[in-house]
């Protein structure tokens, strides 16, 4: 009887560590997309086209915002500091 209840409790805990270790594989692998985002998509991305037609293509598709932050710098983007002036 001790040996079934052994065998029971060790397939058990065998079937909960594979759970666990399925788990956090999956885990882990959202975590690397996560951090690896995928390339931008879009026709200016196109090297058989000018540099120039391409520029413009980006810069139809950027919002007024963006379009400062590019000229203006901003938080992690180059330029002054925001609310300073560059030393």
């Known amino acids: 009887m001790r040996?079934?209840?052994f065998s029971h409790q060790l397939k058990t805990w065998g079937f909960v560590a594979v759970l666990v270790v399925s788990a956090s594989m999956q885990a882990a692998a959202q975590g690397r997309n996560a951090m690896n985002p995928p390339p931008p998509a879009g026709p200016?991305?196109?090297?058989d086209l000018a540099p120039d037609q391409r520029a413009d293509m980006v810069i139809e598709q950027m919002t007024l915002d963006e379009k400062i932050q590019?000229?203006?710098?901003?938080?992690?983007?180059?330029g002054p500091p925001a609310g300073g002036q560059a030393q």
């Open 44 to 47: 200016w991305m196109n090297k």
């Open 70 to 78: 590019l000229v203006h710098g901003g938080p992690g983007g180059f």
């Open 3 to 5: 040996i079934r209840a």
